[in-house]
């Protein structure tokens, strides 16, 4: 039986082509006005997951692996 997506996980990540995993910064809701802008323009990035063992759980909650 093929596994369902975990939608918690859905509305958090995504998953390129190439197989990486990005995830939105952290950070970014409240506060911003201490915060430079240099910083504030970095956040808005998105970011790579790093680890392996977090990339392979994500995917399993995607339904991808």
Do not use: P, W
């Not at 975990?6 to 915060?35: P, Y």
């Not at 392979?56 to 692996?65: D, S």
């Amino acid at each position: 039986m093929k596994a369902k997506t975990k939608k918690i996980a859905a509305k958090r990540f995504k998953v390129t082509k190439s197989g990486k995993v990005l995830h939105r910064a952290q950070g970014k809701r409240h506060l911003r006005r201490k915060k430079s802008k240099s910083r504030q323009r970095r956040q808005d990035k998105e970011k790579t997951v790093s680890s392996q063992r977090q990339t392979r759980t994500i995917k399993r909650l995607l339904g991808l692996e």
